[in-house]
């Protein structure tokens, strides 16, 4: 079993990336985890467009709390300016603030099998640590230490982890004793994620073949979801982090995760601002390329392998995101299932191409659309359009 650590209240924020609605809905969940006075209720102000209370103590966020935002994509603003539609459909992000969890809640304690369930269901989490030091702001543990933090939320995760595994087993174990070849072979499988977890190591990290995965598959393990460890710092650190986030990201480089250095009294500031040259400009003087909300977007879309592709046309021009790799009848189906039963092929134009020749007729005349088959792998920027029959 892993280290026993004290657990104080830890809230629970939790990101739908909604696709643009379709037939055959794509949807990606992200989950927002971190202890408290970590600046998560101020970094979810910030990014959505519903207000939690933001206080100066734990359990501020009880009631649940929605937000929408839109993904930002320079490239939806070039093609909208050149195709000049009717209406424009980003990707947008539902947030959801969800009341949070208290020590024991891997044994079911106070809200914990919700949070952990709410967990159980998003494709990857989002673990706010609190990378800045400020007398007028408590710590729950008394002392800023990103890494403490990092595996209190890691231990109660891998409990439950382990309870999860130890029921399958239970059960596999019968089986295997009766001499059933691939249920010894699952239960030794079983039995090296248990010893991983309970020295105190996350699923994600234990190697295993693609195969031998399978037997855990069902389980929907809490440890085993890509991360992205978002180290909230002061406005001062914003740029090149500060003794904490290098102490985190010296403890996570290992574990295949995302980190990004974000500011949540800057993105609060950005907020408020509503005129885009305004915050081009307010993020210069920081000398910031990116938003931290467009940073957390980034990162979630590498670590979940995620690309965009867009449609063009007078009436709309339309953002899609896809798993890289996807072949183009798999695209089509993201936005109607028809599209996918009756693929014919797809006419591709690259969002460098569309951009100098302005339109899809002007690309046609000088070679610059392709027509693709069942075959074709989408790449990110393609601009689609899709034949079917049905």
């Not at 099998?113 to 408590?138: G, M, S, T, Y």
Request: aromatic share 8%.
């Amino acid at each position: 079993m892993p280290v026993r650590r004290e657990l104080p209240n830890i809230n629970f924020y939790r990101i739908y990336l909604s696709f643009a609605p379709t037939f055959t809905e794509m949807s990606l969940q992200c989950g927002i985890v971190g202890l408290p006075n970590v600046g998560k209720s101020t970094l979810f102000n910030a990014l959505s467009s519903a207000k939690a209370e933001a206080a100066n103590y734990p359990f501020c966020t009880i009631d649940p709390n929605v937000g929408v935002v839109t993904v930002p994509d320079e490239r939806l603003d070039a093609l909208t300016e050149i195709v000049k539609p009717e209406r424009v459909v980003p990707t947008v992000i539902e947030i959801v603030d969800i009341a949070g969890l208290v020590k024991g809640a891997s044994k079911g304690e106070g809200l914990g099998n919700k949070f952990l369930a709410n967990i159980r269901e998003v494709d990857a989490i989002i673990h706010v640590i609190r990378c800045f030091d400020d007398p007028n702001i408590v710590h729950v543990s008394g002392g800023v230490d990103p890494i403490f933090d990092k595996e209190i939320i890691d231990y109660e995760l891998q409990l439950k982890d382990l309870e999860s595994i130890d029921k399958k087993i239970q059960k596999i174990e019968r089986v295997a004793k009766a001499g059933d070849a691939a249920a010894k072979k699952e239960l030794e499988v079983l039995q090296g994620f248990k010893a991983h977890l309970e020295s105190g190591k996350n699923a994600r990290n234990f190697s295993t073949s693609a195969e031998e995965r399978e037997a855990v598959a069902d389980l929907l393990l809490l440890t085993d979801k890509p991360v992205i460890y978002a180290a909230n710092v002061d406005e001062a650190s914003v740029n090149e982090g500060n003794e904490f986030s290098t102490r985190l990201w010296d403890n996570v480089k290992g574990e295949g995760a995302e980190m990004i250095i974000v500011s949540a009294s800057i993105e609060a500031q950005i907020a408020e601002l509503t005129d885009p040259d305004d915050k081009a400009l307010f993020l210069e003087e920081y000398g910031l390329q990116y938003s931290g909300l467009e940073k957390l977007i980034q990162s979630s879309y590498r670590i979940l392998n995620l690309i965009t592709y867009f449609t063009a046309g007078v009436k709309e021009v339309r953002a899609w995101t896809i798993q890289r790799g996807w072949k183009a009848p798999a695209a089509a189906g993201v936005i109607h299932s028809d599209f996918e039963k009756g693929f014919i092929r797809a006419e591709v134009i690259k969002y460098a191409d569309y951009v100098q020749y302005r339109t899809e007729n002007a690309c046609k005349e000088v070679g610059k659309l392709g027509v693709e088959g069942k075959e074709y792998v989408v790449q990110d920027g393609d601009i689609m359009h899709f034949r079917f029959n049905v």
